[in-house]
């Protein structure tokens, strides 16, 4: 009884995302350690969040940062998510981002989000963290 060759597995083609994000980015340019180190990313829990009173895609949030610190934080998010269900959450703040008044309202600080796409639509994402990390803790 002659043995027959094995049959050759196909190969396999690479899964198709679902939905291909929109062009790249271009990378920027590397950092070294020290200017990473120079950021203060703090767990912040948003205690409000309202409509900027002089800006069309401006929220503006009361962001808890530990400590009894409460911190003002404008973001162009209106587009991109409910304000209702900001309250409450746990998010990623930079700390020690020097305050700039826009539209007439000091921002104390920045939210860290994502951006991506589905389809066409472009979502940005506010980036949170389990509501079990206290506010002021320290993001590494």
Same mark, same amino acid.
């Given at each position: 009884?002659?043995?027959?060759?094995?049959?050759?597995? +196909?190969?396999?083609?690479?899964? #198709?995302?679902?939905?291909?994000?929109?062009?790249?980015?271009?990378?920027?340019?590397?950092?070294?350690?020290?200017?990473?180190? +120079?950021?203060?990313?703090? $767990?912040? +829990? $948003?205690?409000?969040?309202?409509?900027?009173?002089?800006?069309? +895609?401006?929220?503006?949030?009361? =962001?808890?940062? %530990?400590?009894?610190? =409460?911190?003002?934080?404008?973001?162009?998010?209106?587009?991109? $998510?409910?304000?209702?269900?900001?309250?409450? #959450?746990?998010?990623?703040?930079?700390?020690?981002?020097?305050?700039?008044?826009?539209? %007439?309202?000091?921002?104390?600080?920045?939210?860290?989000?994502?951006?991506?796409?589905?389809?066409?639509?472009?979502? $940005?994402?506010?980036?949170?963290?389990?509501?079990?990390?206290?506010?002021?803790? #320290? =993001?590494?």
């Amino acid at each position: 009884m002659t043995e027959q060759p094995a049959e050759q597995p +196909k190969p396999v083609e690479p899964a #198709k995302p679902a939905e291909q994000p929109q062009a790249a980015e271009a990378a920027k340019p590397t950092i070294v350690y020290d200017d990473f180190a +120079k950021l203060d990313l703090r $767990v912040g +829990k $948003v205690l409000a969040c309202r409509e900027h009173p002089n800006a069309d +895609k401006l929220i503006v949030l009361d =962001v808890d940062l %530990g400590g009894g610190q =409460v911190r003002q934080i404008c973001a162009g998010l209106k587009a991109y $998510v409910q304000m209702d269900q900001m309250v409450g #959450k746990n998010i990623i703040v930079v700390a020690n981002l020097e305050p700039r008044r826009m539209r %007439g309202l000091d921002s104390q600080g920045m939210l860290l989000a994502a951006t991506h796409f589905e389809g066409e639509q472009q979502r $940005v994402t506010p980036l949170s963290i389990d509501p079990a990390v206290p506010p002021g803790s #320290k =993001v590494s």
